[in-house]
């Protein structure tokens, strides 16, 4: 029999964010569900919430924050015997927002969001038409972590339940299901939207219905980090080496809005594992980083008559939590990073290769070598094109101070020798 302790379920005002000199209160709601002594789902969160509604002869819309009164629902439970784990906040007069969990072993996350409110509540639905309670549930939320991991995403995630303007907005959200221990895993899974940045490409006119506060921009993602990465063979000589920073430029439709959007995400070298083979023409890299879904691999084609090569194909999937459905693309015509045999391809300045009109992705601080690496170490280096452009800028600035310094320096013996003249003749 699951116990819930309501002494835990504290409410406090945690975050004061200072945005531009502007002053946002959020407030932090702090529940936990405990089963007996052990703690098996505890979330830090800020919700607010925005229902359309009828009156009597139009249409209005509720908005709220989740209240500091809110207090832990009395169906949470740790789940078991065939029921899943489910995180319940009760507020007003018998308004609640209930969150159900799964898990495959690897990842959990909220696969139902459900909204239930009291239409006879004339303070929050004044003048409405309807009364009683009424229910809305949702199974695309987009909250997914690693097991034994906490969910973190500052952003502001909408949440559209019923398709009819009820939404809830999530921001500051840290929380676990399945723990482990009883506090929240220092290990964390960052929600995609606050390790990227997003640009609507397609907006469609806004649903005048929605009332929902947007929260300042995100960050952009800067640089991604560079990392290393190395294929080896069957027996055990390492076959392509390669360093870089990947940041993916992907256009798709978010499940929560009707529209396209792009989003820009950096690779994170430290979440990546990475395998691939090599056969005498052709040597392949594969990266996967769990969190996030995404699988990507770089093929590189040897010509063994040219001893030249080439990045002939890349393709990616990625089932991000955000998305309406997995992403999937590949193009094996293509043409980049051509070097030499025994030698390694670099390119230290950021590099855009296509791919597909959907998908880009930029390359940073770039060196690979998939073919004829010997021991660990690349080969010399080949450099790119923007590279020695880039390096072009400097020699020609050297050259332009060294031309002026000979112009000064000639302009000085003229002056010194005519002076000198001048004091013969006086
Ligand atoms: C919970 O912990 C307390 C003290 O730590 C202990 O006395 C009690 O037996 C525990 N209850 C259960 C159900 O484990
Ligand atoms: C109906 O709509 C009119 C105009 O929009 C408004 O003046 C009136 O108060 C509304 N009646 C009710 C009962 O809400
Ligand atoms: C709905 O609100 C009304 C008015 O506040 C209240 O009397 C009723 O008990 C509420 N219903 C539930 C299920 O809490
Ligand atoms: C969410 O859970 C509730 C209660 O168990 C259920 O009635 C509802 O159908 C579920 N919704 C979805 C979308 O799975
Ligand atoms: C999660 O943590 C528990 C307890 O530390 C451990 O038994 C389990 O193997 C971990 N699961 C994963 C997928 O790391
Ligand atoms: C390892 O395999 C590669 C090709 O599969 C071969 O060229 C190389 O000689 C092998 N090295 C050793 C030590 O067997
Ligand atoms: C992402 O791709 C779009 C279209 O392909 C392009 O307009 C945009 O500049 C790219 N953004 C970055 C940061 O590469
Ligand atoms: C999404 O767009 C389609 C086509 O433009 C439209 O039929 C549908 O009603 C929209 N759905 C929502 C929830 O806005
Ligand atoms: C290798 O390059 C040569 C010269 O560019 C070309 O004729 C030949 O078709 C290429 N071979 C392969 C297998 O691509
Ligand atoms: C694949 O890449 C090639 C070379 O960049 C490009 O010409 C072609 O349009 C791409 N294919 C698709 C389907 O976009």
Known sequence: MAQYSNKHSQFVKIAFVAVLGCVAVAQALIVEVKDGNRTCIKAELSASLSIVYSTSNATSTASLPLPDSATLGSSSSCGGAGRAPWLAVAFGSGHSLGLGFSS???????????????????????????????????????????????????????????????S?????????????????????????????????????????????????????????????YTVTNSNGTICLLARMGLQLNLTYTPSSLNTTIQQIMNLQPNQMRNTGSCGQSSATLWLLEEDTNTNLSFSFALNTTTNKYHLSAISLTAAWPDMSEPFSGSNGSLDYLRGTLGRSYMCSAEQTLFVLSNFSLNTFQLQVQPFGVSGDQFGAAEECQLDEDNMLIPIIVGAALAGLVLIVLVAYLIGRKRSHAGYQTI
């Open 104 to 166: 495959d072993g690897n990842q959990y996350s909220v696969d139902n969001l459900t909204l239930e409110y009291n239409l006879s509540d004339s303070a929050l639905f004044p003048d409405a038409s309807g009364s009683g309670l009424v229910t809305l549930s949702t199974a695309s939320t987009g909250i997914l972590a690693g097991i034994n991991t906490t969910y973190r995403c500052v952003s502001d995630s909408v949440v559209r339940l019923g398709g009819d303007g009820v």
């Open 168 to 228: 809830v907005t999530f921001s500051n959200v840290k929380m676990e299901a399945y723990m482990p221990v009883d506090d929240l895993s220092l290990n964390e899974t960052i929600c995609t939207a606050d390790r990227s940045v997003t640009t609507q490409v397609l907006p469609t006119t806004p649903p005048k219905t929605s009332a929902v506060t947007t929260g300042p921009a995100p960050t952009p993602p800067g640089n991604p980090e560079r990392g290393n």
